[in-house]
């Protein structure tokens, strides 16, 4: 499960952007090309350099990561607690959502929203929910998002992000569905990758013990509590060892698409969790099976057991990340 202190963190911060005019909207930019939002020069499209710096905390971080995947488990969200995602036309019918924390500048941005009339949330006290409408080049996302039968959509927390295909996939803050203000979308496999076997981003990443008031780019809040100074900071990135074979390991197909991913592109921590969890496309949308063929009768439990968490490497912060 995911734990969220998100209302009381954005409630912190309402009173520096209450009363904020809204912002006009840059013109959209062109759809995103193969099935993957934001830029080619994204963080969660960009394969690390086999030479990249380690982290001086490299030792200390990963051996934290490996001892809370002992204690509390490994996993991969997909029907509860991940995110649907509804993919629009551009001539969708929109619909306005209540914001339950007062924002007015946020409220601005969610008034015309293309939620489809049968939408639901993810299962789960997050209740996440993300439309994405690759023809305007926008994606709305939320948290706690809800619906009376017949009522208006309403939700505690969320934002819109203009011109995705030029997005990081990092929201100004204090906006995003996450914790962190990282795009929900961004580290998820998707349903097509599920099917096509192959994962060509950076993969997300939730755990259960996160580091107090120390964030790292491009993670642009957080909500740990460890005071521990080895404890995994929110926004921190890893990597596979490039020097690891891969195919020595005998690893399940769909843990080796996480392996890979993971070496090539790495992985970023979005949120704060009860296990230590990597993130799915909710296929509650569709009613697809993708994750379960995938998986190859494998449990989501076996599946991240099997991730070679021993062969991780912390890198460096990120700077001068661009935020929608």
């Known amino acids: 499960m995911i734990r969220k202190d998100l209302a009381a963190l954005c ?18 930019g062109p759809a995103p090309e193969g099935g993957r939002p934001f830029a080619d020069s994204s963080f969660w499209n960009t394969p690390l350099d086999a030479d990249a710096p380690l982290d001086p905390a490299s030792d200390a971080i990963t051996a934290d990561l490996r001892r809370q995947v002992e204690a509390y488990g490994a996993w991969m969200n997909t029907d509860r607690f991940s995110t649907p995602v509804y993919v629009v036309p551009d001539d969708a019918p ?17 008034e015309a929203v293309p939620i489809p009339e049968t939408a639901v949330p993810a299962r789960g006290t997050d209740r996440h929910l993300v439309i994405w409408q690759p023809g305007r080049d926008v994606i709305w996302e939320f948290w706690q998002a809800a619906r009376a039968p017949g009522g208006p959509w309403t939700a505690q927390w969320g ?42 981003h950076a993969i997300a990443l939730a755990v259960p013990e996160v580091r107090a008031n120390v964030i790292r780019e491009p993670a642009q809040r957080g909500d740990g509590t460890s005071d521990s100074s080895a404890s995994v900071p929110e926004g921190a990135r890893f990597r596979l060892d490039p020097a690891l074979d891969l ?8 843990t080796r698409m996480l392996a890979d991913a993971a070496q090539t592109y790495g992985i970023v921590v979005r949120d704060v969790s009860g296990v230590v969890s990597f993130y799915g496309e909710d296929p509650l949308p569709t009613g697809s099976g993708a994750f379960e063929n995938a998986f190859g009768g494998l449990p989501p439990s076996e599946i991240a057991g099997a991730f070679p968490w021993e062969h991780l490497q912390l890198l460096p912060p ?7």
């Not at 409630?11 to 959209?28: F, I, K």
């Not at 997005?167 to 580290?187: C, E």
Request: charged fraction near 20%; hydrophobic fraction near 45%.
């Open 11 to 28: 409630l912190a911060v309402v009173a520096l952007v209450a009363g904020c005019s809204s912002e006009t909207p840059p013109p959209p």
């Open 94 to 110: 929109t619909v306005a959502v209540s914001m339950g924390i007062p924002d007015p500048k946020l409220q601005s941005r969610v």
């Open 159 to 200: 934002g819109r992000l203009d011109r995705v295909s030029a997005s990081d996939g990092v929201f100004a803050a204090p906006y995003g569905a996450s914790a962190t203000g990282l795009a929900m979308i961004g580290g998820m496999v998707l349903l097509d990758e599920a099917r096509a076997g192959r994962i060509d």
């Open 247 to 254: 195919d020595s390991l005998d690893l399940p197909p769909f």
């Open 318 to 324: 990120l700077a001068d990340v661009k935020r929608g």
